[in-house]
């Protein structure tokens, strides 16, 4: 059964279902589909015990239609090989959907995180860092991770750092990597960019009036019930956004278990509640629910998994209540288990599409540091005298005083994180109505995944005619 099937074949399942609907040649669709290069490394790690320990990792570049390619590095106790070659897939997909001109990668490493001393993951790090420069696989016109599960701004700085010490001279060392500190190249906005692209692609879904229709549901957000599966990174600031774009999260999980409260969870009392405890249960008002998954069947009318892929399955699609599906993971849903909730009529938000707002601002990030220059610096100065000069204008014309607050929040000009958010939300909602269009020229007899799956598979398509290999 398809559930059997590793992640990289559900991906091209998926793959295969869309590209039926296309007349590409076989040979160009197969050479969409592979998997370009993988790089399966093990390196010894010393341990602060002064044991030697062997470290397994790879780094997939799925595509090199576009380079760089990009693509986060997971650490996580189970990461294999053909997670990674599956997620560096969905990358190339990914970017494509967002028009973000990068080849899809993915990197992970094979580790309990929490096992290890911040020591420790940092000789790790700096060593897999050392691992990719000697076989190219990092470099800003190469290839150029980013944080995903298990990873952070922390150890992007050790790989910025590492490359760094290695490639002195080159003018553009500090685009090697993405999702940095702002201290040492990133960019404002970053770390909440896939979530707050989560919750700008839910809001856009949410605000059709047709689609919410057809799904039972009023248009727009205010008051949909939420629940998230997954605190970290991702889910928390995709929680976050919903909460105050109107959503009532009324279910949280972490690993530990999950909370319910009907009338709604304050997510930052909530994570306060587990910085405090250790743990997201005993939440005031909230009931507990020991067995962390069953928060995926929880009464809501759009479900974020957050963590990691192969939760929803079709084990538990049947019970799912929720109407619409947010993939803010990578996976979260099996292929088999999205046919049973398409048959349920639930509108499943893919992945590749809903989560891009991390790759997104990891281009902006990447253009910063090619460009060496913070975004909004030339300009903010301008913009606020000229802002100014208009408004003191309508003063005199009107003979009114324009309120202080007011004044000031529309002469300021834009600032970097001003830029990177207004990107973010552009990219995100163009893509939405992109996939929405296919869909509908497939007169909504497919669902969104198939729509946003054909959509990358023109445009990689596209660029692969365009190189003459094809006719
Ligand atoms: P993270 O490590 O910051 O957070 C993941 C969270 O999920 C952790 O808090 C962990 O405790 C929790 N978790 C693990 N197993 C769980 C379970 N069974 N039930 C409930 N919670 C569980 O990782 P992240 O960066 O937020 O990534 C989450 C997902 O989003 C991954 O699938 C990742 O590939 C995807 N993603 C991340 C980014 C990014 O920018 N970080 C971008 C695109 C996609």
Request: proline share 4%.
């Amino acid at each position: 059964m398809a559930e059997n099937l590793k992640f990289f074949e559900q991906v091209n399942r998926n793959f295969d279902r869309a590209a039926r609907l296309t007349d590409y040649p076989k040979g160009l669709l197969d050479q969409i589909k592979i998997c370009n290069s993988v790089y399966h490394m093990t390196f010894p790690l010393k341990r602060d015990d002064g044991s030697i320990e062997t470290i397994q990792a790879w780094r997939a570049e799925h595509s090199h239609h576009k380079l760089p390619t990009k693509g986060g590095i997971r650490y996580a106790a189970n990461v294999n090989e053909d997670e990674v070659m599956a997620l560096a897939a969905l990358m190339t997909y990914k970017c494509a959907i967002v028009d973000v001109p990068f080849g899809g990668a993915k990197g992970g490493v094979q580790i309990a995180k929490w096992k290890y001393s911040q020591s420790e993951l940092e000789r790790l790090t700096r060593r897999f860092t050392f691992e990719l420069i000697k076989k190219n696989f990092i470099g800003p016109a190469v290839d150029v991770p980013a944080p995903d599960y298990g990873t952070g701004p922390q150890e992007m700085a050790w790989i910025v750092d590492t490359y760094m010490a290695m490639a002195s001279n080159e003018l553009d060392a500090l685009g090697c990597v993405t999702g940095k500190p702002i201290t040492q190249g990133g960019v404002r906005g970053r770390k909440e960019a896939t979530g707050r692209g989560v919750f700008f692609g839910i809001r856009e879904a949410c605000s059709i009036k047709e689609d919410m229709q057809k799904l039972g549901l009023s248009p727009g957000l205010d008051g949909k019930r939420v629940v998230v599966q997954g605190l970290g990174n991702v889910g928390y600031h995709a929680a976050k956004f919903l909460q105050e774009g109107g959503a009532i999260i009324v279910g949280l999980a972490e690993y530990e278990g999950a909370i319910y409260n009907p009338k709604g969870l304050d997510v930052d009392q909530v994570m306060a509640h587990r910085k405090e405890t250790g743990s997201i249960l005993n939440f005031p008002g909230a009931q507990n629910l020991e067995n962390t998954i069953e928060a995926l069947e929880l009464p809501c009318d759009i479900l974020v998994p957050a963590a990691l892929e192969n939760q929803i399955t079709t084990e538990n699609a049947p019970r799912i209540q929720a109407k619409i599906i947010g993939e803010a993971a990578n996976g979260p849903v099996t292929a088999e288990a999205s046919e049973i909730l398409q048959q349920k009529g639930v509108m499943i938000i893919p992945d590749m599409y809903l989560n891009a707002g991390g790759v997104t601002v990891s281009y902006f990030e990447w253009l910063k540091n090619l460009s060496h220059v913070r975004f909004g610096r030339m300009g903010k100065r301008f913009e606020k005298k000229v802002n100014t000069q208009i408004l003191e204008l309508v003063e005199q014309l009107t003979g009114k005083k324009i309120p202080e607050d007011i004044f000031e929040s529309i002469a300021t000009g834009a600032d970097e994180e001003d830029l990177v958010n207004s990107g973010l939300e552009e990219t995100m909602i163009n893509a939405y109505h992109e996939i929405r269009e296919i869909r509908r020229q497939h007169k909504d007899e497919i669902d969104l995944r198939t729509a946003a799956f054909l959509d990358a598979i023109h445009k990689v398509a596209r660029s692969y005619f365009e190189l003459g290999i094809f006719p």
